[in-house]
């Protein structure tokens, strides 16, 4: 068995500590199939030094929760991975660049249809309210720029105050109600290639499709009608070596599919959906050794 290591949240952050391992489980079991061990080792214990990452042939950063609550820190670590020559995969480049989400605009430039977008360096309640005229809505979304997990994100009714606002940069959108009654939905990609679709709703009266929102999330024969394209182009667009992608969309009110994220760090593969449980990614990461 060929040792990789994943990095995993920080060992002193308790938030994670029921969560992480289990998908470290799921992960291992699918790696396993490829004649992979994962070795967990935390991002925070390589932000100085890349010594402790060089022996690997191969590392992902599957599991390196918390880096949108330690961003400075992260973007050092993404740097020293990169400068040390880690064998990396998503690169450390790709990690950094990533991590903000004003890629997405850099993306919209390239042709890449994403939801209307106020950047903003930080939020006040006087920029909330002139979204909705800008944007001729009843409800907006305000999300911090380094986010994970639906961190700090708002929904705002017109009229509403902005409390519990993202400090510093940030972005707002007018909130798509589609998320409501269709979800969200994403496109899995291992080595260039689509390996399966899951399909995202809320609990009813909820916007944030995470579990631990009590969203659901249901496998889908095959990407629904013009998904496909949309993912293709998002990659595309990016142009980078990437080994996986997750590329969540939904559609707005006329039906069209607008790019929410391209997670390209630690997203969900949402293995359970997977064929064959995750093989195709093991295959993936195989052929990189």
């Known amino acids: 068995m060929t040792e990789i290591a994943v990095l995993t949240p920080d060992a002193a952050d308790p938030s994670y500590a029921g969560q992480w391992p289990g998908v470290l489980e799921r992960l291992g079991e699918a790696l396993a199939t ?31 929760w918390g880096y949108h609550r330690d961003h400075d820190r992260w973007m050092q670590a993404c740097a020293t991975w990169g400068a040390a020559g880690v064998r990396m995969l998503n690169p450390p480049s790709v990690l950094g660049w990533n991590s903000d989400k004003s890629y997405l605009g850099r993306l919209a430039d390239q042709g890449v249809a994403i939801p209307d977008t106020l950047w903003i360096d930080a939020p006040t309640q006087g920029d909330a309210d002139a979204a909705f005229d800008r944007f001729g809505v009843e409800q907006i979304v305000v999300k911090p720029r380094v986010s994970g997990g639906a961190y700090k994100t708002l929904r705002l009714a017109r009229g509403e105050r902005m409390d519990g606002a993202p400090e510093g940069p940030a972005m707002i959108q007018p909130y798509l109600p589609t998320i409501e009654t269709e979800g969200e939905t994403s496109l899995l990609f291992f080595g260039g290639k689509l390996s399966h679709v ?84 093991a295959a993936a990461v195989r052929a990189r050794l």
């Open 198 to 281: 899951v399909g995202k709703r809320p609990v009813p009266g909820e916007f944030r499709v995470q579990v631990q929102y009590g969203g659901g999330y249901v496998a889908l024969p095959e990407p629904p009608a013009g998904a496909l394209a949309l993912a293709e182009k998002t990659l595309a667009a990016i142009d980078e070596d990437l080994l996986y992608a997750r590329i969540d969309m939904a559609r707005d009110a006329a039906g069209n599919w607008l790019l929410m994220e391209a997670e390209l760090i630690e997203p969900d593969f949402y293995l359970a959906s997977a064929p064959e449980g995750g093989k195709r990614f």
């Open 34 to 64: 490829g004649g992979l061990t994962a070795v967990p080792t935390p991002w925070t214990d390589h932000i100085a030094s890349a010594d402790g990452l060089t022996r690997f042939p191969l590392v992902l950063p599957l599991i390196a």
